[in-house]
């Protein structure tokens, strides 16, 4: 069996551990999350640690041992994400981006596509962060696709019942995904309502890639409700708040 292996990845967290030593955590499109003990990267000199920025997508070689966790020996930086990392808006987003990945993603778990898309939208936001709201309401979709939880859009996800232009539908919030009909609303509740141009908008995103999402029209609080939602149905999935989604900043500013 090869021990010395090289991959390419995006880097997820770097987490110190025993002496001077650091464990790198790393999507990698074939493996899935990827454990490896970083040897003197505590070290204010160390040659590997700077490459090992949250978000950065990198090269690497490392030796494979007999535990989960395996040795990194070079690394290369290929790409640092740096206009992104010097925005007010950026930083946050990544961080939201690089917590649902570590959430989703586990060891041994090949994700070739879903990997290279990933680095599209990153790659895309670090040339346009203008593109923030389609590009990551595209992106929350992408995961419930790519992890097996597409929303059902034309249906009622409670009881099939077909949903109609111009009728009233509500997020699913408490589990699960997709909308409901009116038929199962609380007429007191109108948080989470949903108009036909949103749906519209979720449908065109599920078809196309990330190079086409420009040129989306709605308004600030669309998006701020439609990623809210899809943000829902994520933590629905998970059992568990993500964290850095209230830390978003999708008001616009620098």
Known sequence: MQRNLNDIGIVLNLK?????NKLL??????RGKLTLNVKGAGKSLSKLAPSLDGGNIIQISYYKGKSDIDLLLEVKLIDDLSNLKSSIRGIPLLLYLLELISLFIQPEMPLSSFFN???????????????????????????LNSFGYTPPLDECALCSRKLLANEKRRA???????YMCEQHMD???????IKDNILK???YLLK??????QGIALGNDEWKLLLSIQNT??????????ISFNMLNLDGSR
Do not use: C, R
Request: net charge negative.
């Open 187 to 193: 007429e007191l509740d109108n948080t989470f309502l």
């Open 233 to 242: 149905w994520l933590q629905n999935i998970l059992e568990k708040k993500i």
């Open 201 to 203: 908008v979720q449908k």
């Open 25 to 30: 955590f790393m999507f990698s499109p074939e």
């Open 172 to 178: 699913i919030t408490s589990e699960g995904v997709g």
């Open 16 to 20: 110190q551990a025993k002496d001077a």
């Open 208 to 213: 196309i890639t990330a190079q086409d999402i």
């Open 117 to 143: 898309e990933t680095v599209d939208v990153i790659q895309l936001l670090d040339s346009n962060i203008d593109l923030i709201p389609p590009a990551l309401a595209y992106y929350q979709l992408l995961v």
